[in-house]
């Protein structure tokens, strides 16, 4: 069992920064892939980046490719998201989600866990 809760969600200017954090209560981190995924009013979930369990393997939406950055510390059971260069097209909900194993997906099918999510807010 894991639960997940995202933190850092704010109202930010566009072009500015924002830095998300995951944390994580429950055992095995380490052995988890760990993906952020985002919700904006009206649309889909979609795939934002997630982390392998060493943190050598990562993935991006070419959305985000360039601005984002995903990284993790498993001594502290924490992945992070941070985001740079904001536009307003990236205001949504973001969710953690994790899942075991190797494999680093995009679907969200295959993810577990879920946190309940951070309001990321961009003005123009």
């Known amino acids: 069992q894991m639960q997940l809760v995202e933190s850092g969600g704010r109202l930010v200017q566009a072009g500015g920064s924002l830095r998300l954090s995951c944390a994580a209560t429950?055992?095995?981190?380490?052995?988890?892939?760990i993906a952020w995924f985002r919700q904006a009013p009206g649309k889909e979930r979609e795939f934002v980046a997630a982390?392998?369990?060493?943190?050598?393997?990562?993935t991006y939406a070419d959305l985000v490719k360039g601005r984002f950055t995903i990284s993790r510390d498993n001594s502290e059971k924490t992945v992070y998201l941070q985001m740079n260069g904001l536009k307003s097209e990236d205001r949504a909900v973001y969710s953690c989600?994790?899942?075991?194993?190797?494999?680093?997906?995009?679907?969200?099918?295959?993810?577990?866990?879920w946190g309940q999510g951070t309001q990321v807010n961009v003005s123009s």
């Open positions: 982390i392998g369990w060493s943190g050598r393997i990562t």
């Open positions: 989600a994790a899942a075991f194993g190797g494999s680093v997906p995009v679907s969200g099918d295959s993810y577990l866990y």
């Open positions: 429950g055992r095995a981190f380490d052995t988890y892939t």
